[in-house]
């Protein structure tokens, strides 16, 4: 079957290591192009390879590319499809200050009481709880899933029509938040996924559940919001100190 392969097309490649495309290379000895579609700062990921231990031909195969070969067709897209126009700008200066990147088909929610400034589109929820263990390799947080829920309630009662994801870290969370969704009878109007699982898809609205929660013995979460001369800050107790987030929609 190799002997009659002519071209490649490796979707998502920032997910795919060195490794992986160079086995196809030279298992393909017909092989005219190699087509790599994906994100020059995206890494792949090993569930038993910690990322800061992972061996060179696990990286990503972008980063194994000459840019500067003349045999190379490189073609950079600086439009995305489905997304909030603020949230564009946000990941344009954050992860890709070099470039451009407009939204093709722009969104946008109207204001309401959970999302006050429209214009951005991302609200976080500072929740506590300790996340558990769920044997072999999963987790869930009873903490996150209850303020999860409380804000689907309110969810669909302010955008009805609009569509509403639960994204996961972990296969645990997402088992829990379906079986809570199938006990409201609400699992109809609720989408929820795993984030691995939800690459290439769209939603008007998503809730990242983040599992995870910072060591309460070491870092103690007692917040307390501020907002002065129109800058929302964050206190933390008990040392008293400001961490200023930015100017505050809500003013």
Same mark, same amino acid.
Request: proline share 4%; hydrophobic share 40%.
């Given at each position: 079957?190799? =002997?009659?392969?002519?071209?490649?097309?490796?979707?998502?490649?920032?997910?795919?290591?060195?490794?992986?495309?160079?086995?196809?290379?030279?298992?393909?000895?017909?092989?005219?192009?190699?087509?790599?579609?994906?994100?020059?700062?995206?890494?792949?990921?090993?569930?038993?390879?910690?990322?800061?231990?992972?061996?060179?031909?696990?990286?990503?195969?972008?980063?194994?590319?000459?840019?500067?070969?003349?045999?190379?067709?490189?073609?950079?897209?600086?439009?995305?499809?489905?997304?909030?126009?603020?949230?564009?700008?946000?990941?344009?200066?954050?992860?890709?200050?070099?470039?451009?990147?407009?939204?093709?088909?722009?969104?946008?929610?109207?204001?309401?009481?959970?999302?006050?400034?429209?214009?951005?589109?991302?609200?976080?929820?500072?929740?506590?709880?300790?996340?558990?263990?769920?044997?072999?390799?999963?987790?869930? =947080?009873?903490?996150?899933?209850?303020?999860?829920?409380?804000?689907?309630?309110?969810?669909?009662?302010?955008?009805?029509?609009?569509?509403?994801?639960?994204?996961?870290?972990?296969?645990?969370?997402?088992?829990?938040?379906?079986?809570?969704?199938?006990?409201?009878?609400?699992?109809?109007?609720?989408?929820?996924?795993?984030?691995?699982?939800?690459?290439?898809? =769209?939603?008007?609205?998503?809730?990242?559940?983040?599992?995870?929660?910072?060591?309460?013995?070491?870092?103690?979460?007692?917040?307390?919001?501020?907002?002065? =001369?129109?800058?929302?800050?964050?206190?933390?107790?008990?040392?008293?100190?400001?961490?200023?987030?930015?100017?505050?929609?809500?003013?």
């Amino acid at each position: 079957m190799s =002997n009659y392969i002519s071209h490649i097309a490796v979707d998502e490649a920032g997910k795919a290591s060195y490794l992986d495309c160079f086995s196809m290379v030279v298992e393909a000895p017909h092989l005219q192009q190699l087509i790599l579609i994906g994100d020059t700062n995206q890494y792949p990921t090993h569930r038993r390879i910690a990322q800061s231990q992972l061996p060179d031909c696990f990286k990503n195969v972008m980063f194994e590319i000459n840019w500067k070969s003349p045999v190379l067709t490189y073609i950079q897209l600086n439009k995305t499809f489905y997304m909030n126009a603020g949230v564009v700008h946000l990941v344009n200066k954050l992860f890709c200050p070099e470039r451009n990147i407009t939204p093709l088909y722009p969104t946008q929610l109207r204001k309401s009481a959970l999302i006050r400034n429209p214009e951005m589109g991302i609200v976080f929820h500072d929740t506590d709880g300790w996340d558990a263990h769920v044997k072999p390799t999963s987790r869930k =947080n009873y903490g996150h899933h209850y303020e999860a829920m409380q804000l689907i309630y309110q969810l669909l009662d302010i955008y009805p029509d609009e569509k509403i994801t639960v994204l996961c870290y972990y296969v645990a969370q997402k088992l829990m938040m379906e079986k809570a969704l199938r006990c409201e009878m609400i699992e109809s109007k609720v989408e929820v996924s795993t984030v691995d699982a939800y690459y290439g898809k =769209n939603t008007d609205i998503a809730i990242i559940i983040t599992t995870r929660t910072l060591d309460a013995v070491k870092f103690l979460r007692n917040y307390t919001r501020v907002v002065k =001369n129109g800058r929302i800050m964050f206190r933390k107790h008990p040392f008293e100190k400001h961490v200023e987030l930015g100017e505050d929609a809500g003013k």
